[in-house]
T-cell receptor
Framework: DSGVTQTPKHLITATGQRVTLRCSPR?????VYWYQQSLDQGLQFLIH???????AKGNILERFSAQQFPDLHSELNLSSLELGDSALYFC??????????????FGPGTRLTVL | GENVGLHLPTLSVQEGDNSIINCAYS??????FIWYKQESGKGPQFIID?????DKRQGQRVTVLLNKTVKHLSLQIAATQPGDSAVYFC????????????FGKGTKLSVIP
């Protein structure tokens, strides 16, 4: 158990809908990262938040957004869903030191299925 | 055409043998490398990491080797056990203050009892 929790574990929805994925980082970690894992693209970095502020964006679509709240939990919002958004979404957290060699610990993921 | 799924390299080893999983990385500026293990239905699990100023690092039953000249990373697992069966990913942090990890495609390790 990494200490990172994600809800829900599974999510099934229809095209055009909007969903919210939730992540609680390990106790004391200030950084939260979101990754998407699909069969054809592998694990792709989406976005990084540190102590409530966005720090970096990766291959994140404009239909997707995220935020990190004062209690450090994070939410990933996916809107206007398409079939191709079906994937595993992982949250990871790290201590958030200034050293970029900050180990990221992953949660169990949310499996999103868009029908 | 579009890929319908990742073709993962597969390594099959006999229980008790040593396993070596290789990874080529792309960015010579990367300064931090990590190996993750992912079991079916679970998130990636941290195994071992290495900074770019090191060539070798050992953990419990695992060793990571880094060859910066040819941009190659390897993970050695000693006395491989059935519980080691999983997909193994290497990841690199591209430095310059970035916390973003770039993952390789993964290698599936199957341990034959």
């Amino acid at each position: 158990d990494s200490g990172v929790t994600q809800t829900p574990k599974h999510l099934i929805t229809a095209t055009g809908q909007r969903v919210t994925l939730r992540c609680s980082p390990r106790s004391g970690d200030l950084s939260v990262y979101w990754y998407q894992q699909s069969l054809d693209q592998g694990l792709q970095f989406l976005i990084h938040y540190y102590n409530g502020e966005e720090r970096a964006k990766g291959n994140i679509l404009e239909r997707f957004s995220a935020q990190q709240f004062p209690d450090l939990h994070s939410e990933l919002n996916l809107s206007s869903l398409e079939l191709g958004d079906s994937a595993l979404y992982f949250c990871a957290s790290s201590a958030g030191t200034s050293d970029s060699t900050d180990t990221q610990y992953f949660g169990p993921g949310t499996r999103l299925t868009v029908l | 055409g579009e890929n319908v799924g990742l073709h993962l390299p597969t390594l099959s080893v006999q229980e008790g043998d040593n396993s070596i999983i290789n990874c080529a990385y792309s960015n010579s500026a990367s300064d931090y490398f990590i190996w993750y293990k992912q079991e079916s239905g679970k998130g990636p699990q941290f195994i071992i990491d290495i900074r770019s100023n090191m060539d070798k690092r050992q953990g419990q039953r695992v060793t990571v080797l880094l060859n910066k000249t040819v941009k190659h990373l390897s993970l050695q697992i000693a006395a491989t056990q059935p519980g080691d069966s999983a997909v193994y990913f290497c990841a690199e942090n591209r430095g310059a203050g970035s916390y973003q990890l770039t993952f390789g495609k993964g290698t599936k390790l199957s341990v034959i009892p």
